[in-house]
């Protein structure tokens, strides 16, 4: 079962972090773990997809990154399960919202795990030109 988590301006401040800002470098790491022990991902692939609606196909989706691609998503500790998803102006600087996510990881075995699921949020920025 995947973990619910929210990547809202709420929840993150909760948890110490700054919210996350439409059209700002943002890097999120994240830690795989199977009941609190981590997933070693040599050989995985991770894909982290936000939609406008839950039901919308992955081709209709607001972001779509994936780990072959390592400036969307980078594992950067393969045997403690360690991974960054980069957040850049050019995919995010339209993401002013609410919006459903999922993170979901293929190991070598072919398992696939929901990592997380639940709601992120870009809040809007009062400046909108960018020197």
Do not use: C
């Amino acid at each position: 079962m995947s973990v619910r988590q929210d990547l809202t301006a709420e929840a993150l401040q909760a948890l110490g972090f700054r919210p996350i800002h439409a059209g700002d470098d943002y890097d999120l790491t994240i830690t795989v773990q199977i009941d609190s022990v981590a997933v070693d991902l040599t050989g995985a692939t991770a894909w982290f997809t936000v939609k406008e609606d839950a039901i919308d196909t992955d081709a209709n989706a607001k972001l779509a990154y994936k780990s072959d691609q390592v400036t969307e998503i980078e594992f950067t500790d393969l045997i403690n399960g360690v991974m960054k998803i980069y957040f850049r102006e050019p995919t995010t600087k339209d993401l002013e919202g609410l919006w459903p996510y999922d993170l979901q990881v293929k190991i070598s075995s072919g398992t696939i795990i929901t990592v997380g699921r639940g709601d992120i949020e870009f809040l809007a920025n009062l400046t909108r030109e960018i020197a």
